[in-house]
Structure formats: structure tokens, C-alpha cells
């Protein structure tokens, strides 16, 4: 299954090879117009040009005086570029990771050949790669479908396994909600034509790659607000150690510039700014793992300031397949009779339902045997029943109106209230199957919508985030009610039509609420498009799948909580290491401070409350522990923080502690051991 | 420090806590148009001015029109203040034919009054005519402050507003500030300090005979109106050189008191009235909490650190028991004195009881940095305004700690807040220290400094602290009376004040348009002990990280160098 794939992977976080290619580009990415895009690293990059600078100058006239000398302008400039390319290869390997999900999706459809259908009628083998948004291709069954598309003639069932994991074949026709195919997924029954969508490099595969490369990488709203703040601290920081020199000068200490750009490049927020872009692909990155391809990078983090989620009934909250929940009689026959022939009807249905109604029949101890030569009567599009027909008897199930007019056609008359029946099976928001032994309609079985097991633990796990859940469902009040109580929903719509999803999404932003819903059908792509996360189903239309901002290769619409959980824990991950990073600022002013002036003002040795050594390990043990914390983090900031619907407060509180305290003294003891670590080469 | 410290910082704490809440609620139903028990007499008055000046209280602006109104009105009084400044040898009022300040003595002058902050570079007595001191100080004491409590009124509107971008009647809310906040306070504390032993007279000097037989002019004047406003206000200028240590300004221990109490009262029910805009008085009550709860450990180390004077004092012999008395009053006495410097300099008053400059140094240090930290209270409005600032921040970094772009009250903080947040919260540290190194490399600017060494930066960020946060206080060992120092001093006023408002409404504008969200579960809510604890870590945080290396080598390499 591509899901447990994906999850393997996340599992070793890199390996050789995409560490080696990593490693290539972090040295790529020091190209300053590249680097440019993030400031903080930029800055690290021009005082690693500036003590390189005062290193080979040393080197070749000898130092100049104060307290510079060549071993440690040598082990200062190697320690910044160091800090830069710990960055690069942090955003590196999010990237390198992001190609790898991607290829690995992308590997189904390359060597595919397509059956073109030129203008004259005839048919042209081509490559998939050169199919263009427009053209319809033919694909029979045993064909590989070459490229996302639409149906526009004929009905097929497809094998999606290969993007959804899920093994029964789905069914795929012209026209409704059903016309939507993915290419790298295959025909297995009859023959379809396929309006190709997109361009080669315009589908959702091709969109998600770009979102995690680089050069196309657009900052996300909030990734633009923390920039403009790390923008901030730099600035001051720049100041802060610009004016050392002078105001050191007034006291006669004027400190080495090796040890100025040290301090600097220590107290600049180097752990945030090293790992930001890195966090944001990592968190597109894990959405891929869940087989979610996300179209825009807002929308991830939007997901995480979800406030309602609107969720369709069916599909979603129950299984979109119906269980077996009651087998009613028709006068003159009993339960147990109805029940008889549903299961023997029901011997060669392979589909959920069937089985249900074999569950449903064992469970009221009705005992039947499979009889020996029968033939079983596959379920079709066409007929809409399906059954089993042996030596003396015919058994069918089906829609009620197909089985009506197959009573019809062998001579029977439909039972008196058939009607009536059948409709109060439906008022009740359940599915009514006729049941017919030779023509004779005997009984109905209700088949009804049962809810998923587990939702609504997750519905709980919502609300402990904050999220409040509504319902949507044409049933009427009574069902909805039912359901929505049993599901454990915040909220529920009843009798609503797709259309009715504007409406209440409109509603809601209207109060300043983001909303996310899920969608498949045509019908709903104008409320995916203004939803603020719209989740398509793979399964879905062309249609819907365009107007969302995420496809979820499983067409599982309760994934929408992973979704929501990843957005949180992208904003959580980068909070929790730009307050790391500058809780961490503290030590490295007591490490440095007093080593700068200390050959000056005696004094200020009082500060070296982490006793250090000299003023070269002092600075040096800052310097290098500011660049290993980069590394250090980068699982960190590809997994993420961990996320736990704990309420905000209780995160805030672990949180704070954790990176805020944790990061104030962190410092110190890293620091303290590197001096150690130093003192033993005398340095 | 004694114990009897220990109980005026608590009595202190305890009576401000008492009394924002009713000034709070005044404060916020004067600016809201709702009856207040004034009503009767000063109803009639502001209808008056109102149709007067044309002004029709129900036009209101959005942020552009409302601080281009406060900038146009403040300017105007700075040029008026200037010109009387540079023409008092011509006009009336002149008894002492003081002449014509010179352009950069009566630029630092005019700004210093209009922007609240009282610096005195002149001499009083001497270089100020009466009609100077009467319209100009008088006037601006009044202004000033009332167009600082209306910013914070602005910016109160545009966080409780819903998708509304007005913020109000600049010019209304002026004239009630003045009318119906100040001078009754004014009037009220005037009364009170009066039996204190504060003279309250129009007449001359009073000719005494001394002991000795020798003739003694002792100035006096209406002081206790003057006191008043100086502290209501946190305008600090005195009536004498020697400000609130002189004995007609600050008679007593229970006189200290009160000016202490009176510095920190319109600033601390700022922050009440915080919470009633926001429909959330626990709100207020946290964030009064955390800003009390640094004055109360600044006053507290203030005390502490003087409580030992420096081992060089020591070892002349003299009686050190009483702790650092040097530059401090025997009627205070380092408790008094160092509880009334830590007040003066948190709330951005400016008037002295003790000579700043003989603090111990890191004595010496928390008043400065009280002043850098510009947050603890600060002054009247714009201190709230400076609270808001680094509230939006550690809003900002906690939001994203629990996973939602950042709210403040329903409000999202979004680049644009951050972007324009960062300018006002980048203006304050980097004009002082900006102003102070420049000032340290010019040789001219350098040779101002009496005292060498550390002690030397510390007297020159004080200056410059003091300026940019309007607080006025002087620290002392510094000749500023030059051009370079009149004017440094004066632009570095104009941008604590105006750099820093002119941004910060614009983010008060662009809260107001914004929608209130629902809050839920995964809302982080802001009126908690763990939000107030964690305000307190980042304005320390911030704070240190910025001014750390001035500090270490002003002050703390004084101490060390001390006190070993």
C-alpha cells in the first residue's frame, strides 16, 4: 500500500543516498543569490566571507595586534561556514525527501502507453509523457489509465490501488460524480474514453513538487510574519554588536573582529532561520505521507486554525456502504424466509452490503447452505440486482424498482403497500433492498448506514482542538439527528442539498471562522473553492478536485484530522524553535561578553559565570554549539513537534518549557562541555 | 533593604490596585460618552467648547485622519512652544529679563514639553521667563499627556472594534482628556498635597533673616498645582532645580509617598481600562499583575542594591549603616529615595527625589534600565501603548506554540501587525543606542562626560534612555547644556515618541477592520497567570538581549570593578 510506504520512509528519516545528494546541494546553496532569501543565513554567510577574510590575511602577514591569531580565525570561519551549510542541508534533505515521496508516486505512470484517439477515429499508440490537456485516449480494460482525465463515454470499473492502497475496484462512468480517473490506475472491466485534464507538469503530482523545491517555494503567510520578526532580531543584533567597537573603544578595549562576527552569527536567531523553509516542506512533506497532495502551502497552514469542519454524512461519518440491519416480511412470509433468500441471493456479492446481509442472517440464526450447482448473477450497472440461479429456484436482490419491474416482467404482482414500504425504509434514511425468490417479491431488507467505528473518539479529539464538526446530509431531521447523535457531531444539517454547502461555509467565514469541508462531487467544487481548506476526494470529479486546495489520494474524507493535525504541529514546530533560538541568546552573552572585554576590564570576568577557559574556547565553544544545534534539530524539524489535542493552554505550558526553559539552559551546559572538550587541546 | 521598604513597595502596590479600578471605570466612560458623576458641571462645559471649536464628537476617523490630527495639534504646540521660547526676552511676563533662548536650546526645550518628557536643559530659574514657564511648561504639562492617553484610546478602540476601521474624534477625545480626566485629578491632588506643606502662592520670594543675620530669598509659587500635574502627568519638570528633592516640593516621607502613588496611578488604570474595551476586566487584571509584579521586583532590587554603599566609601570611614546615602535626602533615606526613583523611572515621570548618579551601579543600573525596558507602567498612554507592543509579541510566539496563526482578543496577528509592530518595537532600543555610541565616537560629544571610564557609558545611555523613553530624568556627570546635546536629545524625543505612535496606530487600524473570531478550545487565551509569566519573560528577554552589552560594560564593569 502506497500509504504504509510513505510511512516506512517517514520512518528512516534519510538515507545514504539522500544524504550524499544533500550534502552536494547544501555547497550548492551557498550561492549568495540563492542564500538572499533568507536573511538570517545570508548575514551568517557574509561574516563567514569576513573572518575568512582577517583568516588569510593573519595567515599571510601575521596578526595584528589584540587577541586575534591564525589557528582561531581558521577554526571560527571553518565553524560559520559550518552554521550556513548546516542550514543548507537541513532544507536540502526536506527537499531531497519531498522528490523521494514524489517519485515514488510519480513511478506508476512514466513507461505508460496511451491509446490516442486521433481525429479521423483511428487509434495511436503514444507515450504518456506527451499527451496534451484535451485529447482522448481509449483504455480497455488491462490498460494502464496514462493521465488524469475525465470520462466522457462509457462506464468501467478501475483498480486504484495503486494511488489509494484500497484493493476492490471502483466504478468509473461518463457523466455524475463517478467520471473522474487518475492516470497510473488501472481498467479492469469493459472500455471507457478519456478527456486527458492536464499538461504533463500541471498535475496535482507536478504542483506538489513545486511546492517543496526551492526556486518555486513561496513563503506562507505566517512564514512571511516570523521572517519579518527573525528580520528584526537580526537588525538589532547587527546593531548591538556594531556598536561594541565603539563603545569598547571608550574604555580602551577594542575586541578582534573574528570575535565580534562570532558573537554576532551566535546571537542572531541562526536555529529558526537555519530550519524555517526546512519546517515548511517537512510539513508538506508529512501531508504526502498521508497521501495528501497539497496544491498550496497556505493551505496547509491554514488547516491548523480550523474552526468548523463540515463533513458529509455519507462517506465520512458512516461507510458509505450500507450494513444489513433488519429483514421485513411482505404478508404471508416471515423474517427468517426473507432472510433465506437474501443470504442465498447474496452468496456470490462480494460487495460490503452483501456480506452484511450474510452477517445479519447468522447473527439471527438463520442457518443456510450455499447449494451446489448454482450460478451466481453478477451485480451490473444495467440490472442493478444481483442474485443466484440454481437448478429449481432463482434468487434476486436489488433496488427496489429494478426488482419491481423484474416481478413485473415474470408475471408477478408487487405485494400491496410495496410502495409505501419501500418509502418509509427510505424516510428513515436508510437504503430498502427488495428481496424476490422466482419473480416473488417476498420481502425488503433495510440496509442501513451505520457509523464508522472509532469517529467519535476523533470527533472528541476535534473539539479538544477546537474544531467545532457539523454534518451535512440530505436525510431528514429524524435520521440526521440519529446519526449526528451516535456520531457525536457538534452540529448537524438536515435535508440539505450540495448546493446548501456555499451557503453555510459563507455563513461561517461571515463570523471570521475558517472552515474546511471535503468534497468529491461536481456540485460541490464552487464550496471547495471558497472553503478555506477544501480536501477533493481522488475519487472525485475533474471538477472538484480543481477547486480544492488538497487531494486526498485515499478519498478518505476523515483524513481532514491528520490534515488540521499537521497544520497545528507546522506552526508549533516553528514557534517552539524561534523561542528556543533566542532563549538560548542568554548563555552565548555570557559566554562571550566577558571574553571580549576581559583582557580590558578585569571585572567582567565576574560575568564567565560558565567559567570558560580562555576567550578563544569561549567564543569558538559558543560559535560551534550554535552551528551543531542546526543539526542537531533538523529531525526535529522534519518530524515536527510533537502534536497532542491537550487544550492551548496545557501545550503552551509544555511547550514553554521544553523550548523556552529548555532552551535557556540547554545552552549552558553544551557550551560548558565544549570548553571542556577544547581545554584538553589547550586551545 | 528594611522591612519598612518592603511594606511602602506593598502599600504602595496595594493602594494602586485599589484605585484603577475606579479611575478605570471613569476613564473609560469619559471616553465612551457614558455618564459620569461630573456630568453635572462639566457637561455643560465641554458642550460649550465643543460648539466653540466646531468640533462634532460623532465624526470619526480611521487611523490616517486620527494621528495626522494628534501630529498637526502636537506640532503646532511644539512650534508655539518655541517661538515663546526664543522671543521671552521681548514679551511680558519677565521680571528676571531672562533673554532669548538660543534655536537649539529652545528646539530641545519646546520638544521636550510637547513630548511629555520634561527634559530641562535650561536652568529654571534663570533662563525661562515667567510667561514661559506659565504658558508654555504649564500648557504643555496638560497637553502632552492628553495626547498620549488618547493614542492609548485609539489603540484600545481598534483592538475592540469589529471590522470597524474608526478610531475616534481625535480633537473630542482631547479636550475630554484635559477636561474631564486632568484636571480634576489636578485639582483634587493639588487639595491634598497643600496641608502636606506644599506652598500654593502667587506671591514673590519670601525675604527671611537667617540665624546669622544675613538676608535669605526663599523662592515659592503656586507649587502644588504645578506638583500635581508634574506627576499625574509623568511630566516630572520641577518648579525647582532640585525638583521633588526640594522641601516645598516633597515635604515629607507621607508627600513621597503620594508622588509616587500619583506617577504610577493614570498609567496602572491605562491598563484597567484595557480590560473594560475589551469587554474582559480579568484581562486587565493579568496584565496589570505582570507589569506590577517587574515594578515591584525593580523597586525591590533598587532598594537592595542600595542598601550597601560601595566599599571605597566604606573604607574612608564613614558611617555606612543607612547604606548608600550619598546624593540621597535624610528626610528619605535609601528606602524612600530608591522606591521613588524606581516609580519615576518605570512610569516615565522624570522628576528626581535623589541624585541618579550616586546610585551604587547596579542601582544606577535598574533605573536606566527600567527606562530601556520602557514597559513597567511607563507613562500616561504611551506606556500602554509599549505594553500592547510587546503583548502583540509574545502573542505572536505563543500562538505559534499552540499551533494557531497568533490572536490577540479575537484579532489575528498577521504580517502586516508584525511588520509594523517590529518598527515600533526597533525605534526604542535602537535611538538609544544609536544616539549613545554616536556620542561616545564624537570627541566633543565624549569630553562632555565628567567621570571616566564605566561610569562614563552609563551617564551617556542615560541620557539618551531618558530622552527616547520621554522620561526626563537626568542622571547627572554629563554637560548637556551644548548644540550637539540639545539638539541629539531633542530628535531623539521627537522618534521615542512619534516614530513609535505613528506605527503602532497603524496597527490598532488595521486590528479594527479585522473580524472578532469565536473563541474555542484551541484558542489560547491571553487573561492567565501563564500569560502574564510569560509577558514578564519576554520583556526581561527582550530587554536584556538588546541592552545587555551596554549594561555589561556601563554598570556591571563599574560594580565589578567596585565591589569585586
Redesign the interface.
Known amino acids: 500500500m502506497a500509504g504504509n510506504e510513505g510511512k516506512a520512509e517517514a520512518g528512516k528519516l534519510m538515507d545514504a543516498a539522500l544524504i550524499k545528494e544533500a550534502v552536494i546541494n547544501s555547497f550548492k546553496k551557498l550561492n549568495p543569490m540563492n542564500l538572499i532569501r533568507n536573511p538570517v543565513m545570508f548575514v551568517v554567510e557574509i561574516g563567514a566571507v569576513i573572518t575568512t577574510y582577517f583568516f588569510i590575511r593573519y595567515a599571510i602577514n601575521g596578526v595584528e595586534g589584540g587577541q586575534g591569531s591564525v589557528a582561531f580565525a581558521a577554526l571560527i570561519s571553518l565553524w560559520l561556514w559550518f552554521t550556513v551549510l548546516f542550514a543548507n542541508f537541513a532544507e536540502a534533505v526536506a527537499e531531497g525527501r519531498g522528490r523521494a515521496q514524489a517519485e515514488t508516486l510519480r513511478r506508476t505512470r512514466v513507461e505508460t502507453t496511451a491509446k490516442l484517439l486521433q481525429d479521423n477515429g483511428e487509434i495511436k499508440m503514444v507515450s504518456a509523457g506527451e499527451l496534451r490537456k484535451g485529447q482522448v485516449v481509449v483504455a480497455e480494460a488491462g490498460d494502464v489509465i496514462p493521465g488524469d482525465g475525465e470520462v466522457i463515454e462509457g462506464i468501467a470499473s478501475v483498480d486504484e490501488s495503486a494511488i489509494t492502497g484500497e484493493s476492490a475496484p471502483v466504478i468509473r462512468a461518463a457523466g455524475g460524480d463517478f467520471s473522474s480517473v487518475t492516470g497510473g490506475t488501472m481498467v479492469l472491466s469493459d472500455q471507457i474514453k478519456i478527456k486527458i485534464s492536464a499538461n504533463p507538469g500541471e498535475s496535482f503530482l507536478d504542483k506538489m513538487i513545486s511546492l517543496v523545491e526551492g526556486a518555486q517555494r513561496q513563503k506562507t503567510?505566517?512564514e512571511?510574519?516570523?521572517s519579518?520578526?527573525l528580520?528584526?532580531f537580526t537588525?538589532?543584533?547587527l546593531?548591538?554588536v556594531f556598536?561594541?567597537s565603539?563603545?569598547?573603544?571608550?574604555?580602551e578595549?577594542r575586541p578582534d573582529v573574528t570575535s565580534l562576527v562570532a558573537l554576532l552569527v551566535c546571537?542572531i536567531p541562526t536555529t529558526i532561520g537555519g530550519l524555517l523553509s526546512a519546517i515548511g516542506i517537512a510539513g508538506i512533506n508529512r501531508l504526502t505521507q498521508y497521501n495528501v497532495l497539497a496544491m498550496s502551502g497556505r493551505a496547509v497552514?491554514a488547516a491548523?486554525?480550523i474552526?468548523t469542519l463540515l463533513l458529509d454524512k455519507t462517506g465520512t461519518i458512516t461507510f458509505g456502504n450500507r450494513f444489513a440491519n433488519e429483514f421485513s416480511p411482505f404478508e404471508g412470509h416471515n423474517e427468517d424466509e426473507v432472510g433465506e433468500v437474501a443470504m442465498l441471493s447474496s452468496f456470490g456479492d462480494g460487495t460490503p452490503e452483501g456480506q452484511s446481509i450474510l452477517t445479519l442472517g447468522k447473527k439471527l440464526g438463520i442457518e443456510v447452505t450455499k447449494p451446489e450447482n448454482c450460478v451466481v448473477v453478477e451485480f451490473t450497472a444495467e440490472t442493478r440486482m444481483s442474485g443466484l440461479d440454481c437448478a429449481d429456484n432463482s434468487y434476486r436482490k436489488g433496488a427496489a424498482d429494478a426488482i419491481a419491474k423484474y416481478a413485473v416482467a415474470a408475471g408477478h404482482v408487487l405485494p400491496s403497500h410495496y410502495e409505501e414500504s419501500v418509502q418509509f425504509i427510505a424516510s428513515q434514511g436508510s437504503t430498502p433492498l427488495a428481496v424476490a425468490r422466482d419473480g416473488d417479491i417476498i420481502g425488503l431488507v433495510e440496509l442501513k448506514d451505520v457509523v464508522k467505528p472509532g469517529i467519535s473518539e476523533r470527533f472528541e479529539r476535534l473539539?479538544?482542538?477546537?474544531?467545532?464538526t457539523m454534518m451535512i446530509t440530505g436525510d431528514n431531521p429524524f435520521t440526521a439527528k440519529t446519526i449526528a447523535g451516535e456520531a457525536g457531531v457538534d452540529d448537524f444539517v438536515a435535508e440539505a442539498k450540495p448546493e446548501d454547502k456555499m451557503g453555510l461555509i459563507r455563513n461561517e467565514q461571515g463570523?471570521?471562522?475558517l472552515v474546511a469541508m471535503t468534497g468529491d462531487g461536481t456540485n460541490d467544487a464552487p464550496a471547495l473553492a471558497i472553503a478555506d481548506v477544501g480536501l477533493a476526494m481522488n475519487s472525485g470529479t475533474q471538477a472538484a478536485k480543481e477547486a480544492g486546495n488538497m487531494v486526498d489520494l485515499d478519498s478518505d474524507p476523515a483524513k481532514l484530522i491528520e490534515v488540521v493535525e499537521i497544520?497545528?504541529?507546522?506552526?508549533?514546530t516553528?514557534?517552539?524553535l524561534?523561542?528556543f533560538s533566542?532563549?538560548n541568546?542568554?548563555s552565548k552573552?555570557f559566554a562571550i561578553?566577558p571574553a571580549l572585554?576581559m583582557a580590558y576590564?578585569p571585572?567582567?570576568?565576574?560575568?564567565n559565570i560558565m567559567r570558560l577557559y580562555s576567550h578563544h574556547s569561549a567564543i569558538l565553544s559558543a560559535v560551534i554549539f550554535n552551528a551543531l544545534i542546526i543539526i542537531a534539530l533538523v529531525p526535529l524539524a522534519l518530524k515536527g513537534v510533537k502534536?497532542r489535542p491537550l487544550?492551548?493552554?496545557a501545550?503552551?505550558?509544555r511547550?514553554?518549557l521544553i523550548?523556552?526553559i529548555g532552551g535557556l539552559i540547554a545552552p549552558f551546559i553544551g557550551i560548558k562541555l565544549i570548553d571542556m572538550l577544547l581545554r584538553l587541546f589547550h586551545f | 533593604m528594611t522591612y519598612r521598604g518592603w511594606a511602602e513597595i506593598a502599600i504602595v502596590a496595594v493602594i494602586i490596585g485599589l484605585m484603577i479600578k475606579p479611575l478605570g471605570t471613569y476613564i473609560f466612560h469619559v471616553f465612551e460618552g457614558e455618564h459620569t458623576f461630573l456630568d453635572p458641571i462639566l457637561g455643560p462645559v465641554e458642550r460649550f467648547i465643543f460648539r466653540f471649536l466646531s468640533i462634532d464628537k460623532d465624526k470619526e476617523y480611521k487611523w490616517t485622519g486620527y494621528i495626522l490630527r494628534m501630529i498637526a495639534l502636537d506640532f503646532a504646540i511644539i512650534f508655539f512652544a518655541y517661538l515663546i521660547f526664543r522671543l521671552q526676552g521681548h514679551l511680558p511676563l519677565n521680571p528676571a529679563q531672562a533673554p532669548g533662548m538660543r534655536p537649539d536650546l529652545a528646539f530641545n526645550s519646546a520638544v521636550s514639553f510637547g513630548t511629555n518628557t520634561n527634559w530641562q536643559a535650561y536652568a529654571g530659574e534663570t533662563q525661562a521667563s515667567n510667561l514661559s514657564q506659565m504658558i508654555v511648561i504649564t500648557t504643555c504639562m496638560f497637553t502632552s499627556v492628553a495626547s498620549g492617553i488618547v493614542m492609548a484610546i485609539a489603540f484600545m478602540r481598534g483592538l475592540s472594534r469589529r471590522a470597524n476601521p474608526f478610531l475616534g474624534n481625535f480633537y473630542a477625545d482631547f479636550i475630554r482628556a484635559i477636561l474631564r480626566i486632568l484636571l480634576p485629578l489636578a485639582l483634587l491632588f493639588t487639595l491634598v498635597l497643600i496641608p502636606l506643606g506644599v506652598p500654593q502662592t502667587l506671591k514673590g520670594p519670601a525675604r527671611v533673616l537667617t540665624l546669622e543675620g544675613e538676608q535669605q530669598e526663599i523662592a515659592r509659587g503656586p507649587v502644588a498645582t504645578l506638583e500635581a500635574i508634574k506627576h499625574i502627568g509623568n511630566n516630572g519638570g520641577g518648579f525647582f532645580n532640585a525638583n521633588s528633592a526640594h522641601p516645598y516640593e516633597n515635604p515629607s516621607p507621607v508627600s513621597n509617598i503620594i508622588l509616587i502613588l500619583l506617577m504610577l496611578l493614570v498609567p496602572a488604570s491605562m491598563i484597567y481600562v484595557l480590560g473594560l474595551y475589551l469587554q474582559n476586566r480579568r484581562q486587565g487584571w493579568v496584565i496589570f499583575a505582570a507589569i506590577v509584579l517587574l515594578f515591584i521586583i525593580f523597586a525591590g532590587l533598587t532598594m537592595w542594591f542600595e542598601s550597601r554603599a560601595s566599599p571605597i566609601l566604606e573604607e574612608t570611614g564613614v558611617d555606612v549603616t543607612a547604606g548608600n546615602m550619598e546624593g540621597k535626602e535624610t528626610r528619605y533615606g535609601v528606602d524612600d529615595s530608591a522606591l521613588f526613583g524606581a516609580s519615576t523611572t518605570s512610569a516615565a515621570t522624570g522628576s528626581v527625589n535623589s541624585s541618579h548618579d550616586s546610585y551604587t551601579p547596579l542601582g544606577g543600573m535598574i533605573l536606566i534600565g527600567c527606562m530601556m525596558l520602557n514597559t513597567v507602567l511607563g507613562s500616561s498612554g504611551a506606556g500602554l501603548i509599549n505594553i500592547l507592543i510587546y503583548i502583540i509579541f509574545t502573542v505572536f510566539l505563543a500562538g505559534l506554540m499552540v499551533g494557531r496563526t497568533p490572536e490577540f482578543t479575537g484579532k489575528k496577528i498577521e504580517s502586516r501587525e508584525v511588520r509594523l509592530g517590529v518598527i515600533a518595537l526597533l525605534i526604542h532600543p535602537l535611538c538609544i543606542l544609536g544616539f549613545t555610541t554616536l556620542s561616545l565616537a564624537i570627541p566633543s560629544a565624549r569630553n562632555a562626560i565628567l567621570n571616566s571610564g564605566p561610569h562614563g557609558i552609563t551617564e551617556m545611555a542615560y541620557a539618551f534612555t531618558s530622552a527616547t523613553a520621554n522620561n526626563g530624568s537626568a542622571f547627572g556627570g554629563l554637560a548637556v547644556s551644548s548644540a550637539y546635546f540639545n539638539v541629539t536629545t531633542g530628535v531623539a524625543m521627537l522618534i521615542g515618541r512619534y516614530a513609535i505612535f505613528i506605527p503602532i496606530l497603524a496597527v490598532a487600524g488595521s486590528l479594527a477592520e479585522k473580524q472578532i473570531l469565536p473563541e474555542s478550545e484551541g484558542t489560547f487565551r491571553t487573561d492567565t497567570p501563564l500569560f502574564a509569566g510569560l509577558l514578564i519573560g519576554i520583556i526581561i528577554i527582550i530587554g536584556a538581549l538588546t541592552f545587555f552589552p551596554v549594561l555589561a560594560l556601563g554598570p556591571l564593569a563599574e560594580h565589578f570593578a567596585l565591589f569585586g
Request: no cysteine.
Open positions: 503567510p505566517n512571511i510574519a516570523l519579518i520578526l528580520v528584526a537588525i538589532i543584533f546593531v548591538v556598536i561594541l565603539p563603545l569598547g573603544g571608550y574604555l578595549a546571537l497552514e491548523g486554525d474552526n473539539r479538544a482542538m477546537g474544531i467545532k463570523q471570521g471562522k497544520g497545528k504541529q507546522l506552526l508549533i516553528r514557534g517552539s524561534t523561542t533566542i532563549a541568546d542568554v552573552y561578553i572585554f576590564i571585572g567582567l570576568a565576574s560575568l502534536y487544550g492551548a493552554s501545550i503552551l505550558r511547550n514553554i523550548y523556552g
